[in-house]
């Protein structure tokens, strides 16, 4: 796989000691520096805190995954992020996420196969991502059915993977 087309030269895992401690890290909550990593790597302090809020959102906040893994490939679709994407569908099918609801998050307007609650969620992402802000009576909504610790969660995955997404698009991050 060639990486020519990425805007920044990749950091490869153990050449700088320097980043001995982070790499650490990333191995042990990713199992691997993936190519992602090994842009962030170029500014150490960005792949630090980058690692430890992705850390939160994905493995440490109380979001049930299929609906966290619906969200962020809502999110990747929207901003047209495939890296994104493709790197979250394993982790849907493994959070249970059937085939069918992965194929239909590409749909412009969403409704089958989704439940009540994914759509709500999955309003509360195209709205986050496409207008930035989210109408009152929506957000009212969204509010009323969790606690607020979990809306902090849940705003903070659709948050947290805009981010990515568009570091992924802006640095030309492609499979």
Known sequence: MSTDH?????VVGGTKPELKEIEARI?????????LYQVL?????????????LTAVRNKSSVPADLRELMILRVAVLNKASFEFDAHIPH?????VPQAKIDA???TELSEPFSAQEQLLLKMTD?????????AELMAEVTSQYTPGKVVELVA???????????LVALNIVH
């Not at 191995?27 to 190519?35: A, K």
């Not at 790597?41 to 980058?50: D, E, H, K, V």
């Not at 709205?127 to 109408?135: A, G, I, S, Y």
């Open 157 to 167: 995955t659709v948050a947290a993977y805009n981010m990515v997404s568009r570091f």
């Open 41 to 53: 790597l170029n500014s150490a302090p960005i792949a630090q805190g980058w690692e430890a809020m």
């Open 127 to 135: 709205h986050m991502t496409r207008d930035v802000e989210v109408p």
């Open 6 to 10: 990425i805007r920044v030269p990749l």
């Open 27 to 35: 191995l042990q909550e990713r199992g691997r520096i993936s190519l």
């Open 92 to 96: 849907a099918l493994k959070a249970g």
């Open 105 to 107: 998050i590409r749909a």
